[in-house]
């Protein structure tokens, strides 16, 4: 299983195979759903900044399509932190 998922989830894929899951109360479940999707957004939000980061890179300083890419850097730093804080 944890070839398929790639090395980036292969750590989330091991914890989630070793966690015991909350079955006792649903307000306990849904919190538990909601930090492992909040986990999955944060590591899908960087992989983006890490592409975007790329893209300036190879754009070269200044140019229209680095500052785009900055600009949207921007956004999903926002969004990652948004996520984070709750």
Same mark, same amino acid.
């Given at each position: /299983? %944890?070839? &398929?998922?790639?090395? #980036?989830? =292969? ?5 989630l195979?070793?966690? !015991?899951?909350p079955?006792?109360?649903? =307000? #306990? ?7 492992? @999707? =909040? ?5 899908? @939000?960087?992989? &983006?900044? =890490?592409? @975007?980061?790329?893209? /300036? +890179? ?5 140019? !229209?399509?680095? +500052?785009e890419?900055?600009? #949207?850097? %921007?956004?999903? #730093?926002?969004?990652?932190? &948004?996520?984070?804080?709750?």
């Open positions: /299983m %944890i070839e &398929q998922v790639g090395p #980036e989830l =292969a750590s989330l894929v091991s914890q195979a070793v966690t !015991p899951l079955h006792d109360k649903l =307000a #306990e479940e849904a919190a538990y759903a909601r930090s492992v @999707l =909040a986990r999955l957004l944060d590591l899908s @939000l960087t992989r &983006q900044a =890490a592409d @975007l980061r790329g893209r /300036m +890179q190879r754009a070269g300083e200044g140019t !229209p399509a680095a +500052q890419a900055f600009a #949207e850097m %921007i956004r999903l #730093e926002t969004r990652r932190r &948004q996520l984070r804080e709750g």
